[in-house]
């Protein structure tokens, strides 16, 4: 048996950034004291969610892996509290931005960086306007707890992902997320959002962790922004699949949350072999032909 518990943080952010990382050491910590061994924190936790507006000087929030000041906080406590953290955060690479995620192992080491690979551009979701498409493909990760793929938010809309993640060997899915309120649209997206992923996990036989904030994030208009006038309410609802898809863990819209479940690895690979959907896949199918 290979058991692993994993966490979901889900937490409120603002514009503070030690604050948040604050309160982030502290979630953490709570779920490392529940018996966690991987604990996933939401997307872009370090400030607000900053792409609700274009502004230019937003630009300099990026900074490279290595300067980062979130990456630099949870890979000493990682290290202290030995577990691995995958932590979102704005990189900067050169003349390029992206919305990253880099995976800090047990021991404190970055052991690689995922880039976003599908950038969304919606009102008030305005990412492209910050962050260029990622070039680093569906990478997984071999943690001293398994091997795990990471997905950052509009990536968990495309099955895609969930599909390039599993057959690059990922044992568990990881999402970090910033999604809530649409407010042209005026729908509630939640049940939509979950079931998507709920069906990324099943048709992969693998549990998926998602992690949301929480709380409503207002701008306030000003030049800078074009005095562009906004608000978004985040709703949280962070939950843990099992490998058939099936929510075992599940968070409120409106607190913060430390969500804790334990996976035995072996067991679920050997339920993967047993659907044989891997086996039975036919990529050579899976073309568009248009009918003349």
């Known amino acids: 048996m290979r058991k692993v518990k994993v966490s979901a943080v889900q937490m409120k952010c603002t514009t503070n950034v030690q604050e948040n990382i604050a309160n982030a050491e502290k979630l953490v910590r709570q779920a490392k004291s529940e ?14 969610y900053f792409c609700q507006e274009r502004r230019y000087d937003y630009y300099n929030f990026a900074k490279p892996t290595l300067e980062n ?8 406590l990682a290290k202290e509290l030995e577990i691995v953290i995958p932590v979102s955060f704005y990189e900067r690479d050169g003349n390029r931005l992206f919305n990253s995620a880099a995976v800090i192992d047990a021991d404190g080491e970055i052991l690689g960086v995922y880039r976003k690979t599908h950038i969304p551009d919606d009102h008030y979701y305005q990412e492209k306007f910050y962050f260029i498409p990622g070039d680093t493909g569906f990478k997984t990760f071999k943690t001293k707890f398994g091997t795990i793929g990471v997905g950052i938010c509009w990536d968990q809309w495309f099955p895609e992902t969930a599909r390039a993640l599993a057959l690059n ?7 970090p997320t910033a999604i809530g309120s649409e407010p042209i649209l005026e729908c509630d997206s939640m049940p939509h959002w ?7 996990s099943a048709a992969n036989v693998i549990p998926v962790i998602a992690a949301n904030r929480i709380g409503r994030e207002d701008v306030t208009p000003c030049d800078e922004n074009g005095n562009q006038t906004s608000s978004l309410v985040f709703y949280g609802s962070s939950f843990i699949t099992n490998e058939t898809g099936e929510i075992i863990k599940s968070a409120s819209r409106d607190e913060e949350t430390v969500l804790t479940a334990e996976f035995d690895l072996d067991e679920i690979f050997q339920n993967r072999l047993g659907w044989g959907i891997f086996r039975d ?3 050579d199918c899976y073309k568009v032909i248009t009918e003349k």
């Open 69 to 76: 000041d979130a990456v630099k906080h949870f890979a000493k």
């Open 281 to 283: 896949r036919r990529p």
């Open 35 to 48: 018996g966690a061994n991987i604990v996933l924190l939401p997307e872009l936790f370090e400030r607000q």
């Open 194 to 200: 979950r079931r998507c992923m709920q069906g990324h």
């Open 169 to 175: 060997g990922a044992e568990l899915i990881f999402y």
